[in-house]
């Protein structure tokens, strides 16, 4: 790369991650500030490590050639399955006094992965295969993410796979198929233990979402009208016979799915689940979180209370303050505007990367891209979801902001491959070299 391609890198872009890593951590070293005013945590100065080490990346991966990766990316993805495997006790993998967490760099291995294989199956004309190889490329680390058990970081593959399969042109009936299958899965899950928790056991009809020989039979009575419906189409080629099947298989795989996860969810990660719709059901437990988030976001008001001035961080109401809910720390002391200060930013984030799908001329660099905004949004917009009290505790990280070392290098490696394809965005690709 020639130095005055330097100049190519899209520093508003650039300017926007640096300016939410720092505000990271300003907040991560007031979150280590007790109530005395004494600093009691050293994350700050970690976080800061970790931020210099991203920056490297960022240049590195900004200077190197993107396209370089497109036949290697089947092993960089295998290895971390590998090391998934390894880690699927501990999560962590430990090289000296550092520790890295494998499901974080995951994601984007499979971003890039999927995105070889999307752009090499791109004349293929049958969606549904394409779909479903698709789907297993995702679901293979997801398992093994969900077995560790990190449900936070598993349901981020979601919409990574979806994102990419919409912007590869896949059928849009096979993402709708996903997605209500996804929808009918969490109603599935949650409503015996809704109505067990919150509404007392007043509709125990609920309760059978729980046994396994109702959902037998109800998959099984399905599978035969999905079976004639399937006759049906093969014999008289009536179109309204493969709807019948469609819906039929948004159902079946969708109680298959639900009980399956009641078997693998553990109790704590179910309550969070729950709990979120009325906090005070559990005020001491899992409603804590919730109520304690809500409180210091709402007692910010429009200007906040001031930097290093938040009580419920220096009180240590907030758990887990430098890393889930560090957006409340920034919402108490810097207030709405604060608030609205990392809404712009991640906005611009996104915004940026949807400008540059629409100009660059290749389609491996256009699902990469895909996948990093699907990444990107979808941590934003739980997280501070989470903070805020609608949306359920998953253990979702705000990238860029909250503390860890896994997940700021992960959000780093995805901006460095931003910049990569935004220098040659000019370049044209039609065979897989330039």
């Given at each position: 790369?020639?130095?005055?391609?330097?100049?190519?890198?899209?520093?508003?872009?650039?300017?926007?991650?640096?300016?939410l890593v720092a505000m990271g951590v300003i907040f991560i070293y007031s979150s280590g500030v007790n109530m005395y005013g004494v600093p009691d945590s050293g994350e700050y100065i970690r976080q800061i490590s970790w931020a210099s080490m991203g920056l490297a990346i960022v240049l590195g991966f900004s200077l190197f050639n993107y396209r370089k990766i497109y036949n290697i990316s089947v092993?960089?993805?295998?290895?971390?399955?590998?090391?998934?495997?390894?880690?699927?006790?501990?999560?962590?993998?430990?090289?000296?006094?550092?520790?890295?967490q494998t499901s974080e760099f995951t994601k984007i291995t499979t971003i890039v992965f999927l995105a070889w294989y999307l752009d090499h199956t791109k004349r293929n004309p049958n969606s549904f295969i394409r779909f479903l190889l698709s789907c297993t490329i995702v679901f293979v680390p997801m398992a093994l993410i969900l077995i560790q058990p990190d449900l936070g970081t598993a349901?981020?593959?979601?919409?990574?796979?979806?994102?990419?399969?919409?912007?590869?042109?896949?059928?849009?009936?096979?993402?709708?198929?996903?997605?209500?299958?996804?929808?009918?899965?969490?109603?599935?899950?949650?409503?015996?233990?809704?109505?067990?928790?919150?509404?007392?056991?007043?509709?125990?009809?609920?309760?059978?979402?729980?046994?396994?020989?109702?959902?037998?039979?109800?998959?099984?009575?399905?599978?035969?009208?999905?079976?004639i419906a399937l006759f049906g189409l093969l014999k008289f080629r009536k179109r309204y016979f493969y709807w019948i099947c469609y819906s039929?298989?948004?159902?079946?795989?969708?109680?298959?799915?639900?009980?399956?996860?009641?078997?693998?969810?553990?109790?704590?990660?179910?309550?969070?689940?729950?709990?979120?719709?009325?906090?005070n059901i559990d005020p001491r437990g899992s409603g804590w979180h919730i109520i304690q988030s809500i409180t210091a976001i709402g007692s910010g008001g429009i200007i906040g209370r001031g930097f290093l001035q938040g009580t419920q961080s220096q009180y240590r109401f907030l758990p887990e303050q430098s890393t889930d809910f560090i957006f409340s720390i920034l919402s108490e002391e810097w207030g709405f505007r604060g608030g609205i200060i990392v809404f712009a930013l991640f906005l611009l984030i996104i915004l940026r990367l949807l400008r540059l799908i629409k100009i660059i001329n290749d389609n491996f660099a256009c699902y990469i891209l895909a996948g990093l905004i699907s990444m990107?949004?979808?941590?934003?917009?739980?997280?501070?979801g989470m903070t805020m009290g609608i949306m359920p505790i998953t253990g979702i990280p705000l990238l860029f902001v909250s503390y860890g070392g896994s997940a700021l290098l992960s959000a780093m490696i995805g901006i460095g491959l931003t910049l990569s394809i935004h220098v040659r965005r000019h370049l044209r690709n039609d065979y897989g070299l330039y």
């Open positions: 790369m020639r130095l005055k391609d330097l100049l190519e890198i899209d520093f508003i872009l650039l300017f926007a991650v640096l300016l092993w960089f993805y295998i290895a971390t399955l590998v090391v998934l495997i390894i880690t699927i006790n501990t999560r962590w993998i430990r090289i000296g006094t550092f520790g890295f349901l981020v593959f979601i919409p990574i796979l979806l994102g990419m399969s919409f912007i590869a042109g896949i059928s849009l009936r096979y993402i709708i198929f996903m997605i209500l299958t996804i929808v009918l899965t969490s109603l599935f899950i949650v409503l015996p233990h809704w109505q067990a928790i919150i509404l007392d056991n007043s509709i125990p009809g609920l309760l059978i979402f729980l046994d396994s020989r109702f959902i037998a039979a109800i998959c099984l009575a399905l599978l035969l009208i999905a079976a039929a298989s948004i159902f079946i795989v969708s109680l298959g799915t639900s009980f399956a996860a009641q078997l693998v969810l553990r109790d704590y990660q179910l309550r969070r689940l729950i709990v979120f719709l009325d906090p990107y949004a979808f941590h934003f917009f739980i997280n501070v």
